[in-house]
T-cell receptor
Framework: AQTVTQSQPEMSVQEAETVTLSCTYDTSESDYYLFWYKQPPSRQMILVIRQEAYKQQNATENRFSVNFQKAAKSFSLKISDSQLGDAAMYFCAYRSARSGGGADGLTFGKGTHLIIQP | DSGVTQTPKHLITATGQRVTLRCSPRSGDLSVYWYQQSLDQGLQFLIQYYNGEERAKGNILERFSAQQFPDLHSELNLSSLELGDSALYFC?????????????FGPGTRLTVT
């Protein structure tokens, strides 16, 4: 079974600074997808960014980018120019590329609570 | 707004009771997923339906069941409720399960069992 580990329960950053959230995962599969979801106080789960394991290029979405290290099974999220609206829980998630048998469900880490200091 | 709707937003019930949570996927999405978020277990995948048929099972208890109807809405049925079932239940939808279509989450139903 796959596992996702987020070792930072809480992170704090000054507004306009850059912060990196860590995520590691364990899998025996070679083809999979990785995601970062944001959960603000409203509890809505919002997709931030995704990465296909077969792609070497790191995904980028505006101020959000990832550092995907497949060999190290590491998938960190970098948030540049942090804004107050970025304050939230951030969840790293894994999904197998293999369909069926539970493979389509997301496996989540425990989350990192990101605090933005004004 | 993800386009996924869930009702009710909040539900308070007693132990031993049965409840039904409802989810309407985004327009055109055939696949529906149910997740449970609790303090103890974090976010867990429960079950997935695709175009009316069960597709995958996660950590779903035998007391829980789900179905997807011809209009593609889905219901999650929780029976013989226990205090530990108190959680936020999310529904998510995606276009199809065979490709890496992102899962879009609804706002969740907060269930409190007293």
């Amino acid at each position: 079974a796959q596992t996702v580990t987020q070792s930072q329960p809480e992170m704090s950053v000054q507004e306009a600074e850059t912060v990196t959230l860590s995520c590691t995962y364990d899998t025996s599969e070679s083809d999979y997808y990785l995601f970062w979801y944001k959960q603000p106080p409203s509890r809505q789960m919002i997709l931030v960014i995704r990465q296909e394991a077969y792609k070497q290029q790191n995904a980028t979405e505006n101020r959000f980018s990832v550092n995907f290290q497949k060999a190290a099974k590491s998938f960190s999220l970098k948030i540049s120019d942090s804004q107050l609206g970025d304050a939230a829980m951030y969840f790293c998630a894994y999904r197998s590329a293999r369909s069926g048998g539970g493979a389509d469900g997301l496996t989540f880490g425990k989350g990192t609570h990101l605090i933005i200091q004004p | 707004d993800s386009g996924v709707t869930q009702t009710p937003k909040h539900l308070i019930t007693a132990t031993g009771q049965r409840v039904t949570l409802r989810c309407s996927p985004r327009s055109g999405d055939l696949s529906v997923y149910w997740y449970q978020q609790s303090l103890d277990q974090g976010l867990q995948f429960l079950i997935q339906y695709y175009n009316g048929e069960e597709r995958a099972k996660g950590n779903i208890l035998e007391r829980f069941s789900a179905q997807q109807f011809p209009d593609l809405h889905s219901e999650l049925n929780l029976s013989s409720l226990e205090l530990g079932d108190s959680a936020l239940y999310f529904c998510a939808s995606s276009a199809a399960p065979d490709r890496v279509y992102e899962q879009y989450f609804g706002p969740g139903t907060r269930l409190t069992v007293t």
